[in-house]
Protein backbone atom coordinates (compact mmCIF):
# COMPACT_ATOMS: atom_id res chain seq x y z
CA UNK A 1 0.00 0.00 0.00
CA UNK A 2 0.61 3.13 -0.51
CA UNK A 3 0.92 5.09 3.34
CA UNK A 4 0.49 8.41 4.23
CA UNK A 5 2.01 9.70 6.94
CA UNK A 6 0.42 12.85 8.79
CA UNK A 7 2.63 14.40 11.75
CA UNK A 8 3.43 17.73 13.79
CA UNK A 9 6.74 18.01 14.57
CA UNK A 10 7.64 19.95 17.57
CA UNK A 11 11.07 21.34 16.50
CA UNK A 12 8.94 23.09 13.90
CA UNK A 13 6.36 24.88 16.27
CA UNK A 14 9.04 26.11 18.52
CA UNK A 15 10.97 27.79 15.74
CA UNK A 16 7.98 29.31 14.81
CA UNK A 17 7.66 30.40 18.21
CA UNK A 18 5.43 28.38 20.33
CA UNK A 19 6.53 27.37 23.62
CA UNK A 20 7.96 24.23 25.41
CA UNK A 21 4.35 23.62 27.26
CA UNK A 22 2.76 24.79 24.50
CA UNK A 23 4.07 21.62 22.02
CA UNK A 24 4.74 19.05 24.87
CA UNK A 25 2.41 16.78 22.96
CA UNK A 26 4.40 17.24 19.62
CA UNK A 27 6.75 14.35 18.57
CA UNK A 28 10.21 14.38 17.18
CA UNK A 29 12.07 13.48 14.31
CA UNK A 30 13.15 10.32 15.71
CA UNK A 31 9.90 9.17 16.09
CA UNK A 32 8.76 10.51 12.28
CA UNK A 33 11.60 8.18 11.68
CA UNK A 34 11.06 5.50 13.33
CA UNK A 35 7.43 5.35 12.31
CA UNK A 36 8.51 5.42 8.60
CA UNK A 37 11.08 3.03 8.86
CA UNK A 38 8.76 0.13 10.45
CA UNK A 39 5.87 1.10 7.71
CA UNK A 40 8.67 0.91 4.92
CA UNK A 41 10.11 -2.64 7.05
CA UNK A 42 6.17 -3.99 6.38
CA UNK A 43 6.10 -3.79 2.79
CA UNK A 44 4.48 -0.64 2.12
CA UNK A 45 5.56 2.65 0.42
CA UNK A 46 6.26 5.64 2.79
CA UNK A 47 4.78 9.12 1.81
CA UNK A 48 5.90 12.36 4.47
CA UNK A 49 3.06 14.52 4.89
CA UNK A 50 3.32 16.73 7.62
CA UNK A 51 0.80 19.06 9.80
CA UNK A 52 -2.86 19.26 8.86
CA UNK A 53 -1.96 22.29 6.72
CA UNK A 54 0.05 19.93 4.76
CA UNK A 55 -2.54 17.12 4.20
CA UNK A 56 -4.89 20.08 2.80
CA UNK A 57 -2.26 21.28 -0.01
CA UNK A 58 -0.88 17.74 -0.72
CA UNK A 59 -5.19 17.02 -1.14
CA UNK A 60 -5.55 20.44 -3.16
CA UNK A 61 -2.81 19.35 -5.61
CA UNK A 62 -4.44 15.70 -5.56
CA UNK A 63 -2.32 13.48 -4.47
CA UNK A 64 -4.07 10.53 -2.69
CA UNK A 65 -3.06 7.40 -0.38
CA UNK A 66 -4.34 3.88 0.14
CA UNK A 67 -4.34 4.68 3.68
CA UNK A 68 -3.00 7.66 5.81
CA UNK A 69 -1.31 6.64 9.08
CA UNK A 70 -2.27 9.63 10.92
CA UNK A 71 0.02 10.59 13.79
CA UNK A 72 -0.93 14.54 13.82
CA UNK A 73 -1.91 16.30 17.39
CA UNK A 74 -2.37 19.77 15.84
CA UNK A 75 -2.46 22.61 18.24
CA UNK A 76 -5.38 24.61 18.43
CA UNK A 77 -8.61 24.18 19.46
CA UNK A 78 -10.32 21.69 22.13
CA UNK A 79 -10.95 19.46 18.81
CA UNK A 80 -7.59 19.55 17.56
CA UNK A 81 -6.98 15.95 17.04
CA UNK A 82 -9.73 15.51 15.02
CA UNK A 83 -8.69 17.65 12.53
CA UNK A 84 -6.91 15.40 10.11
CA UNK A 85 -9.58 12.66 10.56
CA UNK A 86 -12.22 15.25 9.35
CA UNK A 87 -9.67 16.41 6.70
CA UNK A 88 -9.85 12.57 5.36
CA UNK A 89 -13.25 11.72 5.68
CA UNK A 90 -14.17 14.57 3.21
CA UNK A 91 -12.05 12.84 1.00
CA UNK A 92 -12.91 8.76 1.69
CA UNK A 93 -9.38 8.40 2.79
CA UNK A 94 -9.03 5.65 5.63
CA UNK A 95 -6.60 6.29 8.24
CA UNK A 96 -5.51 4.83 11.36
CA UNK A 97 -6.88 5.71 14.65
CA UNK A 98 -9.91 7.14 15.87
CA UNK A 99 -12.71 8.88 14.15
CA UNK A 100 -13.37 12.56 14.64
CA UNK A 101 -15.73 12.08 17.16
CA UNK A 102 -13.81 9.68 19.35
CA UNK A 103 -10.42 11.81 19.09
CA UNK A 104 -12.86 14.75 20.35
CA UNK A 105 -14.81 13.02 23.11
CA UNK A 106 -11.70 11.51 24.41
CA UNK A 107 -9.66 14.93 24.40
CA UNK A 108 -12.34 16.66 26.76
CA UNK A 109 -11.56 14.40 29.77
CA UNK A 110 -15.30 15.76 31.18
CA UNK A 111 -16.95 14.01 28.17
CA UNK A 112 -15.05 11.04 28.50
CA UNK A 113 -16.23 10.57 31.78
CA UNK A 114 -19.35 11.06 31.42
CA UNK A 115 -19.58 8.25 28.67
CA UNK A 116 -17.83 5.93 30.46
CA UNK A 117 -19.56 6.75 34.18
CA UNK A 118 -23.20 6.22 31.95
CA UNK A 119 -21.59 2.45 31.03
CA UNK A 120 -21.31 2.06 34.44
CA UNK A 121 -17.89 1.90 34.96
CA UNK A 122 -15.86 3.43 38.02
CA UNK A 123 -14.65 6.82 37.60
CA UNK A 124 -13.89 9.56 39.96
CA UNK A 125 -16.21 12.33 41.11
CA UNK A 126 -16.10 15.07 39.04
CA UNK A 127 -16.90 18.76 37.35
CA UNK A 128 -16.65 20.65 34.91
CA UNK A 129 -15.52 24.95 35.49
CA UNK A 130 -15.84 27.22 32.57
CA UNK A 131 -15.97 30.13 35.07
CA UNK A 132 -14.34 30.96 38.11
CA UNK A 133 -17.95 31.77 40.22
CA UNK A 134 -19.24 28.34 39.20
CA UNK A 135 -16.97 26.79 42.13
CA UNK A 136 -18.66 27.95 45.28
CA UNK A 137 -21.82 25.88 43.75
CA UNK A 138 -19.71 22.61 43.34
CA UNK A 139 -20.07 19.97 46.09
CA UNK A 140 -17.30 17.78 45.47
CA UNK A 141 -15.20 16.73 48.73
CA UNK A 142 -11.83 17.56 49.51
CA UNK A 143 -8.92 16.94 48.34
CA UNK A 144 -9.83 17.26 44.41
CA UNK A 145 -7.66 17.56 42.00
CA UNK A 146 -7.96 20.23 39.12
CA UNK A 147 -6.42 20.10 35.57
CA UNK A 148 -7.60 21.40 32.37
CA UNK A 149 -9.98 19.68 30.62
CA UNK A 150 -8.37 18.87 27.12
CA UNK A 151 -4.58 18.93 27.83
CA UNK A 152 -1.57 15.89 27.24
CA UNK A 153 1.27 15.48 28.44
CA UNK A 154 0.46 16.87 32.05
CA UNK A 155 0.41 20.18 31.00
CA UNK A 156 -1.12 22.14 33.28
CA UNK A 157 -0.67 19.11 36.29
CA UNK A 158 1.71 20.10 39.15
CA UNK A 159 1.68 18.74 42.67
CA UNK A 160 -0.48 22.30 43.07
CA UNK A 161 -3.18 20.60 41.39
CA UNK A 162 -4.11 18.64 44.77
CA UNK A 163 -6.11 21.13 47.25
CA UNK A 164 -7.97 20.92 49.62
CA UNK A 165 -10.14 23.55 50.49
CA UNK A 166 -12.23 26.40 48.84
CA UNK A 167 -9.91 29.24 48.48
CA UNK A 168 -6.94 26.75 46.84
CA UNK A 169 -9.33 25.77 44.41
CA UNK A 170 -10.88 28.72 43.72
CA UNK A 171 -7.09 30.18 43.06
CA UNK A 172 -6.54 27.34 40.54
CA UNK A 173 -8.94 27.43 38.96
CA UNK A 174 -8.53 30.84 37.85
CA UNK A 175 -5.12 30.22 37.18
CA UNK A 176 -6.06 27.40 34.96
CA UNK A 177 -8.93 29.35 33.33
CA UNK A 178 -6.38 32.09 32.85
CA UNK A 179 -3.60 30.06 31.55
CA UNK A 180 -4.74 28.00 29.03
CA UNK A 181 -8.60 29.42 28.03
CA UNK A 182 -10.18 26.54 28.37
CA UNK A 183 -12.60 24.77 31.17
CA UNK A 184 -11.31 23.11 34.04
CA UNK A 185 -11.98 19.88 35.60
CA UNK A 186 -12.35 19.41 39.15
CA UNK A 187 -12.56 15.33 40.13
CA UNK A 188 -11.98 14.06 43.35
CA UNK A 189 -8.56 13.43 44.31
CA UNK A 190 -6.77 9.09 44.39
CA UNK A 191 -4.43 8.79 46.36
CA UNK A 192 -3.65 5.06 44.95
CA UNK A 193 -1.32 3.12 42.77
CA UNK A 194 -1.57 4.24 38.79
CA UNK A 195 -1.51 2.95 35.83
CA UNK A 196 -1.75 3.26 32.04
CA UNK A 197 -3.16 0.46 30.07
CA UNK A 198 -1.90 -0.47 26.73
CA UNK A 199 -4.71 -1.74 23.71
CA UNK A 200 -5.00 -2.61 20.23
CA UNK A 201 -7.42 -3.78 18.03
CA UNK A 202 -10.63 -2.32 17.38
CA UNK A 203 -14.70 -3.31 18.99
CA UNK A 204 -14.94 -6.77 19.87
CA UNK A 205 -11.68 -7.64 18.29
CA UNK A 206 -9.52 -5.35 21.24
CA UNK A 207 -7.17 -6.71 23.65
CA UNK A 208 -5.32 -5.61 26.29
CA UNK A 209 -1.10 -5.38 25.36
CA UNK A 210 -0.72 -4.65 29.05
CA UNK A 211 0.19 -2.42 31.84
CA UNK A 212 2.89 -0.13 33.71
CA UNK A 213 2.36 1.19 36.93
CA UNK A 214 3.78 4.54 37.32
CA UNK A 215 6.12 4.95 40.24
CA UNK A 216 7.24 8.06 41.10
CA UNK A 217 11.55 8.29 42.38
CA UNK A 218 11.95 10.75 45.36
CA UNK A 219 14.03 12.85 43.23
CA UNK A 220 10.10 13.28 41.64
CA UNK A 221 7.29 15.98 42.22
CA UNK A 222 5.35 14.10 45.33
CA UNK A 223 1.73 12.32 44.49
CA UNK A 224 1.21 13.68 41.05
CA UNK A 225 2.26 12.21 37.35
CA UNK A 226 2.83 16.12 36.81
CA UNK A 227 4.06 17.61 33.59
CA UNK A 228 7.82 18.21 35.19
CA UNK A 229 8.18 14.73 36.39
CA UNK A 230 6.97 13.66 32.45
CA UNK A 231 9.43 15.60 30.71
CA UNK A 232 12.14 14.67 33.03
CA UNK A 233 10.81 11.11 33.21
CA UNK A 234 14.04 9.40 32.70
CA UNK A 235 15.10 10.79 36.43
CA UNK A 236 12.10 10.88 37.78
CA UNK A 237 9.64 8.24 36.95
CA UNK A 238 10.09 4.20 37.08
CA UNK A 239 7.87 2.12 34.71
CA UNK A 240 7.28 -0.75 35.98
CA UNK A 241 5.45 -3.58 34.07
CA UNK A 242 3.22 -5.40 36.22
CA UNK A 243 0.82 -8.41 34.99
CA UNK A 244 -2.94 -9.25 36.04
CA UNK A 245 -2.27 -13.00 36.91
CA UNK A 246 -0.32 -12.05 39.45
CA UNK A 247 -2.06 -8.70 41.13
CA UNK A 248 -5.50 -8.80 41.31
CA UNK A 249 -5.87 -4.85 41.07
CA UNK A 250 -3.76 -4.53 37.91
CA UNK A 251 -6.43 -7.66 36.38
CA UNK A 252 -9.33 -5.39 37.34
CA UNK A 253 -7.40 -2.36 35.64
CA UNK A 254 -7.11 -4.19 32.48
CA UNK A 255 -10.99 -5.53 32.70
CA UNK A 256 -11.91 -1.71 33.22
CA UNK A 257 -9.82 0.08 30.43
CA UNK A 258 -10.73 -2.60 28.00
CA UNK A 259 -14.64 -1.99 28.58
CA UNK A 260 -14.11 1.81 28.60
CA UNK A 261 -11.66 1.62 25.24
CA UNK A 262 -14.85 0.02 23.33
CA UNK A 263 -17.41 2.25 25.13
CA UNK A 264 -15.84 5.14 24.08
CA UNK A 265 -15.25 3.67 20.53
CA UNK A 266 -11.57 4.11 20.01
CA UNK A 267 -9.74 1.90 17.33
CA UNK A 268 -6.40 0.37 16.41
CA UNK A 269 -4.17 1.19 19.48
CA UNK A 270 -4.21 3.31 22.14
CA UNK A 271 -3.46 3.84 25.91
CA UNK A 272 -6.17 4.33 29.17
CA UNK A 273 -4.93 5.81 32.41
CA UNK A 274 -6.31 4.71 35.77
CA UNK A 275 -5.55 4.80 39.39
CA UNK A 276 -6.77 3.61 42.49
CA UNK A 277 -8.83 5.46 45.22
CA UNK A 278 -8.01 5.09 48.91
CA UNK A 279 -9.56 1.43 48.90
CA UNK A 280 -6.94 0.26 46.27
CA UNK A 281 -10.12 0.03 43.38
CA UNK A 282 -9.31 1.28 40.20
CA UNK A 283 -10.95 3.97 38.14
CA UNK A 284 -10.77 5.57 34.71
CA UNK A 285 -9.30 9.09 34.82
CA UNK A 286 -8.80 9.64 30.63
CA UNK A 287 -8.72 7.80 27.55
CA UNK A 288 -5.54 8.49 24.48
CA UNK A 289 -6.57 7.24 21.50
CA UNK A 290 -3.69 8.59 19.92
CA UNK A 291 -0.25 7.56 22.02
CA UNK A 292 2.89 8.57 21.91
CA UNK A 293 5.37 6.04 19.63
CA UNK A 294 8.55 7.41 20.44
CA UNK A 295 9.88 3.25 20.17
CA UNK A 296 12.04 3.61 23.64
CA UNK A 297 10.29 6.80 25.23
CA UNK A 298 6.76 6.06 24.96
CA UNK A 299 4.20 3.63 27.09
CA UNK A 300 3.13 1.40 24.59
CA UNK A 301 6.27 0.74 22.23
CA UNK A 302 7.38 0.19 26.45
CA UNK A 303 4.43 -2.24 27.17
CA UNK A 304 5.38 -3.81 23.47
CA UNK A 305 9.30 -3.95 24.85
CA UNK A 306 8.56 -5.56 28.07
CA UNK A 307 6.49 -8.60 26.77
CA UNK A 308 9.17 -8.76 24.05
CA UNK A 309 6.59 -7.48 20.92
CA UNK A 310 8.87 -6.09 18.40
CA UNK A 311 8.17 -1.61 17.50
CA UNK A 312 7.30 -3.21 14.10
CA UNK A 313 5.02 -5.48 15.29
CA UNK A 314 3.18 -3.17 16.84
CA UNK A 315 3.19 -0.79 13.88
CA UNK A 316 2.02 -3.91 12.14
CA UNK A 317 -0.83 -4.69 14.17
CA UNK A 318 -1.92 -0.62 13.60
CA UNK A 319 -1.98 -1.42 10.17
CA UNK A 320 -3.87 -4.25 9.90
CA UNK A 321 -6.66 -2.86 12.15
CA UNK A 322 -7.33 0.02 9.91
CA UNK A 323 -7.09 -1.82 6.84
CA UNK A 324 -10.01 -3.20 7.63
CA UNK A 325 -11.49 -0.03 7.08
CA UNK A 326 -10.55 0.34 2.95
CA UNK A 327 -12.99 -0.14 1.22
CA UNK A 328 -13.11 -1.50 -2.60
CA UNK A 329 -12.16 1.56 -4.89
CA UNK A 330 -15.20 3.45 -6.08
CA UNK A 331 -15.75 6.88 -7.19
CA UNK A 332 -16.20 9.41 -4.58
CA UNK A 333 -19.08 11.63 -5.61
CA UNK A 334 -18.79 15.49 -5.41
CA UNK A 335 -20.55 18.53 -6.39
CA UNK A 336 -19.54 20.95 -9.52
CA UNK A 337 -16.36 22.39 -8.52
CA UNK A 338 -15.37 20.51 -5.72
CA UNK A 339 -11.80 19.49 -5.21
Known sequence: MRIGLAYDLRNEYLAAGYSEEETAELDRPETIDALAEAIAALGHRVDRIGSARRLVQRLAAGDRWDLVFNFAEGIHGQARESQVPCILDVFGIPYTFSDPLVMAVCLDKGLAKLVVRQAGLPTPDFAVVERAEQVEQLRLEFPLFVKPVAEGTGKGVSPASIVHDQSSLLARCEELL???????????????????VGLVGTGPEARVLGTLEICLRPTAEPNVY?????????????????????????????????????????????????????????????????????PTHSDLPMICT??????????????????????????????????
Not at 238 to 262: C, G, H, N
Not at 321 to 334: E, H, L, V, Y
Open 178 to 196: SRFHQPVLVESYLPGREFT
Open 226 to 294: SYQNKEYCEERVDYVFVRPEEDPVVAQAEQIALAAWQVLGCRDAGRLDLRCDAQGRPQFLEANPLAGLH
Open 306 to 339: ARGIPYQRLIGWIIESAAKRIQPTQPIRQPAGAV
